[in-house]
C-alpha cells in the first residue's frame, strides 16, 4: 500500500527567500543540520528556530522593523493587495506547502477580519512528507 501518490521534495528556497540577507546563511546552515520545524521572526528579538529536539535562538541577528517590511515584500512580491484574501486568515501559503502565519494589528468590521496591518511578526511553519505513515491503517 502507497499512502502517498507522489514524494514532494523540501523546497528551502521559498523559505531562504523570505530571510533577511544578514542572517539567510545562518537559517540555511540550519536547515541543513537541524529537523527545523518552525523559524520565528518578531521585532527586536533574536531569529528563533524550533526543532524536534527543541528551541534555538541565532544570536547573530536581531530582527527589526526594516527587516518585517523586507519579510512582507517578499511575501506579497511587492503587493500585498494581491495577497488580501490570505491576510483575513492570517497567514500565506508558500510553494512547497510550507504556511507563513502572520501578526499584526486585525481590521474589524462588522464582527469579521477584514485585512491585517502594521505586519511585524512572522512564524514559518515548515512542511515536511512523512512517508508510511498510513502504512498501518
Not at 81 to 97: N, Q, V
Request: aromatic content about 8%; overall charge neutral.
Amino acid at each position: 500500500m502507497n499512502c502517498f501518490s507522489e514524494h514532494v521534495p523540501f523546497n528551502r528556497d521559498s523559505i531562504l527567500s523570505l530571510v533577511p540577507h544578514e542572517a539567510r546563511s545562518s537559517v540555511e546552515y540550519e536547515l541543513t543540520k537541524e529537523q527545523v520545524e518552525e523559524i520565528r521572526f518578531r521585532p527586536g528579538r533574536k531569529i528563533e528556530l524550533i526543532t524536534r529536539r527543541g528551541r534555538k535562538l541565532l544570536d547573530d541577528f536581531l530582527f527589526s522593523s526594516d527587516d518585517a517590511v523586507y519579510v512582507i515584500n517578499q511575501l506579497s512580491q511587492h503587493s500585498v493587495y494581491a495577497f488580501e484574501e490570505e491576510l483575513k486568515h492570517g497567514y500565506i501559503t508558500l510553494k512547497g506547502g510550507h504556511r507563513v502565519g502572520l501578526g499584526g494589528e486585525a481590521v474589524v468590521e462588522a464582527g469579521k477580519v477584514k485585512t491585517l496591518k502594521h505586519i511585524r511578526s512572522f512564524n514559518i511553519r515548515i512542511s515536511r512528507s512523512i512517508h508510511g505513515v498510513c502504512e498501518p491503517m
